[in-house]
């Protein structure tokens, strides 16, 4: 399987979008207990979108391994902290975390290329 991970990001930030107007209430709950999660405390947040990706991998979830791996790239996470994540997620969620994990990989390649790379004009 090939994605796009940052155009899957971008989709499924629109159909969040959708789901936040039909469902606020929830959404706002959620959002509220994202927030407090991934807030800095005895853990930074480089280190909790690191579990956030690792926990994607073994549940097996595309939408979570791309929001997590976006905000790995973001809060500066190295492909060699992604790397020993994604090892833990193999030894944790065993056969079908390993082929998640190179979805993992393939996102997070691809956010970081897209941080790093020159702002091309429209």
Known sequence: MTND?????KTLTA??????SGA?????????MATSAGATGALDAK????????VSVAIRCDDCIAFHAKA?????????EVME????????GAGPSV???????AAF?????EKTAPAQSA
Do not use: C
């Open 99 to 105: 082929m998640y994990a190179s979805h993992a990989l």
């Open 5 to 9: 991970w940052p155009e899957l990001a």
């Open 72 to 80: 790995a790239a973001g809060r500066g996470a190295t492909r060699e």
């Open 24 to 32: 606020p209430e929830v959404m706002k709950a959620f959002s509220a």
């Open 85 to 92: 994540t994604l090892g833990m997620a193999i030894y944790m």
């Open 109 to 113: 390649t691809q956010f970081d290329a």
């Open 47 to 54: 280190t909790k979108e690191l579990i956030a990706l690792a």
């Open 15 to 20: 159909d969040l979008r959708n789901l936040r």
